[in-house]
């Protein structure tokens, strides 16, 4: 069963780490109406041709990919996300950038649940997993969401790199939907990264981000996630593994490989699975 006692937890950290991380991207209105894109080629290409076609973003958070796959893909755009702060601040974006999508607050296992709309796309991204309490849940309310014939798209930080701490030693579990509680909560990964798809330079915003409430994450491992879509009905016609990792830099001492790409650092071995991505489809 989802751990709603978890979700809420979650909530409440979600919208104070919201305020911090856009609080250093500059006036993202503008970025999009000038024509930007926070997508990167991955799922781009993942993607595919969906143009005119609709589009379901679970935990979109504050809709910057959202609104880039609707103007440069074309794609009909729903987004849902736990996060006030985040559901609000998206709202606004698509006014103020002039990009159509709309966006639901809500936890998205309360969205299956109340959910009669099927969409020729699901996708999920970069962050995702650790905040699910369930994925068998979660692997049949997609099912729901998903037309006949339509695909889940999927990318996200590979359960592998989860299990180190900042200073790559092997710290928390790999499989089997443990958690882990922080009492320290979300913390404000935009300034520790110093850098975003909507700016080359950061803003100050805000300094020194203490989340004054904590956060409970899950630890699944590649298994628990494949098996959980193909028992939902879901086929699996796509997967790969990643040695980068997208727009994050969990530990600083990462390489920079440019574009907001990070690899391994030069003392451990580069061929390691940072990110990972599946492709599923509804038969």
């Known amino acids: 069963m989802p751990n709603r006692v978890h979700h809420e937890i979650n909530r409440l950290s979600w919208n104070e780490a919201t305020k911090a ?21 991955e799922e781009r290409h993942l993607l595919g041709d ?14 910057q990919d959202s609104l880039s796959i609707a103007n440069h893909l074309g794609a009909i755009v729903t987004g849902v996300d736990i996060s006030d702060e985040a ?13 159509a999508a709309e966006y639901i607050r809500a936890d998205i296992y309360d969205f299956f649940a109340d959910n009669q709309t099927q969409y020729d796309q699901v996708f999920a991204s970069y962050g ?3 905040w699910l309490s369930d994925l068998a849940a979660w692997a049949q309310g997609i099912h729901g969401c998903l037309k006949t014939g339509g695909r889940f798209v999927f990318i996200d930080f590979h359960p592998a790199l989860i299990m180190f ?5 092997l710290k928390y579990d790999y499989m089997g939907g443990s958690f882990v509680e922080f009492e320290s909560g ?24 203490v989340n004054p409430h904590p956060g409970v994450e899950y630890l699944w491992g590649m298994a628990d996630v494949i098996t959980a879509l193909i028992a939902s009905g879901l086929t699996l016609v796509g997967f790969r593994e990643y040695s980068h990792c997208n727009g994050f830099r969990p530990m600083t001492d990462m390489r920079d490989a440019g574009g907001r790409r990070y690899g391994m650092p030069d003392h451990l071995p580069q061929h390691f699975p940072l990110m990972f991505s599946l492709v599923a489809k509804k038969p």
């Not at 006036?27 to 080629?41: H, I, V």
């Not at 701490?165 to 030693?169: G, I, L, P, R, V």
């Not at 979300?186 to 981000?209: H, M, N």
Request: glycine share 12%; with cysteine; hydrophobic share 35%.
């Open 21 to 41: 991380h856009n609080s250093h991207k500059g006036d993202q209105a503008a970025f999009f109406r000038s024509g930007g894109s926070t997508l990167f080629e």
């Open 50 to 63: 969906i143009a005119g076609k609709t589009l379901l973003h679970l935990q979109c958070n504050c809709g």
């Open 87 to 99: 559901i609000d601040f998206a709202r606004q974006l698509s006014r103020d950038s002039g990009i």
């Open 128 to 130: 995702a997993l650790a």
């Open 165 to 169: 701490d900042e200073n790559w030693q």
């Open 186 to 209: 979300i913390g404000d990964y935009v300034a520790w990264t110093g850098a975003t798809g909507e700016t080359d330079e950061l803003q100050d915003g805000i300094q020194d981000f």
